[in-house]
């Protein structure tokens, strides 16, 4: 039963999952919505994705404690409704009010994706406690597949409903239904551990980790501190390259005479999307595996090093190798995520992971926004008044973020003093 249950509810997991990696193609949608809702206003237009992402740190934590009072069920099928109706919203914001666009997209969909995000995590957590990377690893990774998925479909929704600033509020509202499908469906499918079970699985996380913390006991300690901090600044460079993967690939692309180039039915700038959210999957889950036998501390302290190197690589680059870069960032960036979820179960156990981790998260939550706006005033200050963006023009934003996860290795080091007796290894 234990067996066959726990798979169900990984497969439920990734199949949620992958619909939420959504967030992630952001840059599809970013060059449509600035022209036409934000009249050329990048910073505005991102804003929308940083509030989501902020918000969907909140919405786990709201839905983490709801989850352990009620079901997880409930809470991811009310998650799913939620995130519906933020996208079926965003299809009638207009440039009369755009602003709209923050709530409808940024807080509505940001919440309903926190319901669904760390509730699913937390769940299959509990079945497999001496491999949280891997479990970890697989569902996070699916979150990022769901960026490649999504990437081409976006792309040929938007040509549909009439092509780049015209055909993203009917994309909205098919993924909107999407959403509501999906949830649903998965929500049935997914179980906790009870009966034997639960005595089992108990019996077993009680060896990996000794004390289940609450979140009231999880916010006393320095450990949790260090970790949101940690996470914040470990996320900045990442966030940076998805959220302006795409025109950085452009900018390549036409420098050197590609733009015209198709393969697989897409142009070289939308496959620099799909480069990055492809390889941030592939980490998720390669490193996520490999900690379960390296420990944490070694895999993280690996991915920032990769963190403080390749930002660094931006304005060096040239023509196609941009893709070969981006790949890498998503790469060592993916496997962030799938690190501090299990890194969290690992310090303060899995009884309450999914609101504690809802708290770590505002680490993301925080280091995102933040991100997207130096990002943003770098992108506007390159970009002249023909669209065209120079790269060079952006570097500063990208050498903040080489400082950040240099800072982030400090703070693990400390992290790693204090919590010794608390992490896998």
Known sequence: ????????TILAAV??????????IWSVFQNGIARTIFSGDDRGASLAFSLLLLMMTIGSIVGGKLAAKHSTRIVVFIGG?????????????????PWMLWITYGVIGGMGMGFTYSTTIACAQKWYPHKRGLVTGIIVASLGFGGVVLTPLVEKLIEAFGGVGEGEQGTFVVLSIIFVVVCSAGSYFLHSP???DKAKLAAATAA???????????????????????????????????????????VRVTEAGLNETVIFGMGLAALGVMAVTMF???????????????????????????????????????????????????LFYGGIFSNFPALTADLFGVKHVAANYGFVLLGFGIGSN????????????????????????????????????????????ILRKLGKEKMSK
Request: glycine content about 8%.
């Open 208 to 250: 990996v980790t000794k004390k289940q913390y609450s979140p009231s006991e999880m916010l006393k300690t320095p450990q949790f501190y260090l970790i949101v901090c940690t996470y914040m600044l470990a996320c900045i460079g990442g966030v940076m390259m998805i959220n302006f993967a795409r025109p950085i690939a452009e």
């Open 15 to 24: 199949a949620i999952q992958i619909t939420l990696g959504v967030a992630y």
């Open 280 to 330: 941030n999957s592939l980490g998720r889950l390669t490193w996520g595996m490999i900690s379960d036998k390296l420990g944490r501390n070694k895999v993280i302290f690996i991915l920032l090093s990769g963190n403080v190197i390749l930002p660094l690589l931006v304005n060096t680059v040239n023509g196609l190798l941009v893709f070969i870069l981006i790949a890498l960032i998503g």
């Open 81 to 97: 409704l939620i995130l519906a109706a933020g996208f079926f919203l965003s299809s009638l914001v207009t440039a009369d009010y």
């Open 370 to 413: 933040v991100a997207s706006q130096i990002a943003g005033y770098f992108a506007k200050r390159a970009r002249g008044d023909d669209g065209y963006i120079v790269v060079s023009e952006m570097f500063p934003a990208f050498i903040i973020a080489s400082c950040c996860s240099a800072a982030a290795i400090v703070l693990m080091v």
């Open 194 to 196: 009870h009966g034997e």
């Open 1 to 8: 039963m234990t067996k066959n249950q726990g798979i169900k």
